[in-house]
């Protein structure tokens, strides 16, 4: 579609998970979500058709409210893949189908908008150094996301570098997010001390590839973050995200509006 759209203060970011498709009105210039989130289970299987059939939906809801954007504004849309120029490259936690799919035009298609489509990691990442624990932060943060996997963001002075996935680094023989991730911690019934050491390993080679100037964790676990965060030595400041469960919607919205100009 492409069309020029007004300046707004306000853009909905849909953001799509495993198993819930969510999505909200976020404040452009407080970061903040405006009213509830509207979730809807991702369907199974989690079809290019289905999932958009349900974005679609979340969208709809949101456009009623009172504090919507135009119906003409564009969508911010998070995603658990790599994206390159609006194509899935993989696909987690959603069904193969979407790999090499152009993830953009098929929500652009269902939803009848102007997208922006983005790694659902990277927009959590965006949202935090905007409004969140990296705000104002000169250099590289890294904010990294502890859970089903590892997933990452790279900000330098403020802008994104896409799809950097530090999950996948190889350590000691294996894929990092196999031994340090949120669920990895589970299936090997670590106690925390012990997920500790495993996190301190991780981070260790992270910090010497990057020397970043503060990390940020996120990810449901970073609410349990004093067991385990004291417990690392690193030169690098590491703090927990402020943003949390919004970080996604927030992110994809504030994409959408900086790639379409609505905001700088």
Same mark, same amino acid.
């Given at each position: &579609?492409?069309?020029?759209?007004? #300046?707004?203060?306000?853009? +909905?970011? /849909?953001?799509?998970?495993?198993?819930? +498709?969510?999505?909200?009105?976020?404040?452009?210039?407080?970061?903040?979500?405006?009213? $509830?989130?509207?979730?809807?289970?991702?369907?199974? #299987?989690?079809?290019?058709? %289905?999932?958009?059939?349900?974005?679609?939906?979340?969208?709809?809801?949101?456009?009623?409210?009172?504090? *919507?954007?135009? !119906?003409?504004? #564009?969508?911010?849309?998070? @995603?658990?893949?790599?994206?390159?120029?609006?194509?899935?490259?993989? *696909? =987690?936690?959603?069904?193969?189908?979407? /790999? !090499? %799919?152009?993830? !953009?035009? /098929? @929500?652009?298609?269902? +939803?009848?908008?102007?997208?922006?489509? &983005?790694?659902? *990691?990277? =927009?959590?990442?965006?949202?935090?150094?905007?409004?969140? =624990?990296?705000?104002?932060?000169?250099?590289?943060?890294?904010?990294?996301?502890?859970?089903?996997?590892?997933?990452?963001?790279?900000?330098?002075?403020?802008?994104?570098?896409?799809?950097?996935?530090?999950?996948?680094?190889?350590?000691?023989?294996? !894929?990092? $997010?196999?031994? *340090?991730?949120?669920?990895?911690? $589970?299936?090997?019934?670590?106690?925390?001390?012990?997920?500790?050491?495993?996190?301190?390993?991780?981070?260790?080679?992270?910090?010497?590839? @990057?020397?970043?100037?503060? @990390?940020?964790?996120?990810?449901?676990?970073?609410?349990?973050?004093?067991?385990?965060?004291?417990?690392?030595?690193?030169?690098?400041?590491? +703090?927990?995200?402020?943003?949390?469960?919004?970080?996604? /919607?927030?992110?994809?919205?504030?994409?959408?509006?900086?790639?379409?100009?609505?905001?700088?």
């Amino acid at each position: &579609m492409s069309k020029k759209h007004s #300046p707004a203060t306000t853009v +909905i970011g /849909i953001d799509i998970g495993g198993t819930g +498709i969510k999505g909200g009105i976020v404040d452009l210039e407080t970061g903040t979500v405006l009213g $509830e989130r509207f979730r809807i289970p991702t369907p199974t #299987p989690s079809t290019p058709q %289905a999932v958009a059939k349900v974005v679609k939906a979340v969208v709809d809801e949101l456009s009623t409210r009172s504090n *919507a954007p135009s !119906d003409d504004a #564009p969508v911010g849309i998070t @995603f658990p893949a790599i994206i390159s120029h609006g194509v899935a490259r993989s *696909a =987690a936690n959603v069904d193969e189908s979407w /790999i !090499d %799919a152009d993830v !953009d035009e /098929i @929500f652009t298609k269902e +939803i009848g908008r102007d997208v922006q489509v &983005m790694n659902d *990691a990277d =927009a959590a990442g965006l949202a935090e150094a905007r409004y969140g =624990a990296g705000q104002g932060v000169k250099g590289t943060v890294l904010v990294i996301t502890l859970g089903t996997g590892i997933g990452s963001a790279f900000i330098y002075d403020g802008k994104l570098v896409p799809n950097v996935e530090l999950g996948h680094l190889e350590l000691d023989g294996f !894929d990092a $997010e196999t031994k *340090a991730s949120a669920s990895a911690r $589970e299936r090997d019934e670590l106690s925390w001390d012990e997920y500790a050491v495993r996190l301190q390993r991780y981070f260790s080679h992270v910090e010497f590839l @990057f020397s970043p100037e503060l @990390f940020i964790i996120g990810g449901g676990i970073s609410k349990r973050s004093e067991d385990y965060l004291p417990q690392l030595k690193l030169r690098t400041k590491i +703090i927990t995200a402020e943003l949390k469960n919004n970080a996604g /919607i927030v992110g994809g919205a504030l994409q959408a509006a900086v790639h379409f100009k609505l905001t700088k």
